[in-house]
């Protein structure tokens, strides 16, 4: 069971770069694969990516393949997004999420969240 924090967000122009952390708490930290989602006002909240409980691996929705980099430092009990060439589509509150990892690393779902972050990117 681990607890997050997210902090980074902001207003950014269309083009922009931002990166939004995630600060996790709990000895067992390494144990839960990570995911980023995200909900637009009006919308349902909507997976972003999934990173595995090492960081070697990562999942991400096609929309964001290329634009957005998912990593992790077990040590300092971290998780980031960096997010590059932000649309305006990219608006949204951005929610870290964290699931027990099983065997393969990945976790069969989320259980527990961050309060959020907003990202609002302007033309």
């Known amino acids: 069971q681990v607890q997050m924090v997210e902090s980074g967000g902001g207003l950014v122009e269309a083009g922009g770069s931002l990166r939004l952390s995630c600060a996790a708490s709990g000895r067992t930290f390494s144990r839960y694969a990570m995911g980023w989602f995200r909900q637009a006002p009006g919308k349902e909240r909507e997976f972003v990516v999934q990173?595995?409980?090492?960081?070697?691996?990562?999942n991400y929705l096609d929309s964001v393949k290329g634009r957005f980099t998912a990593f992790r430092d077990n040590a300092k009990n971290m998780v980031y997004l960096q997010m590059n060439s932000l649309k305006p589509e990219d608006t949204a509150v951005y929610y870290c999420?964290?699931?027990?990892?099983?065997?393969?690393?990945?976790?069969?779902?989320?259980?527990?969240w961050g309060q959020g972050t907003q990202v609002t990117v302007a033309e």
């Open positions: 990173i595995s409980w090492s960081g070697a691996s990562t």
């Open positions: 999420a964290a699931g027990l990892a099983s065997g393969t690393g990945w976790a069969p779902r989320f259980d527990y």
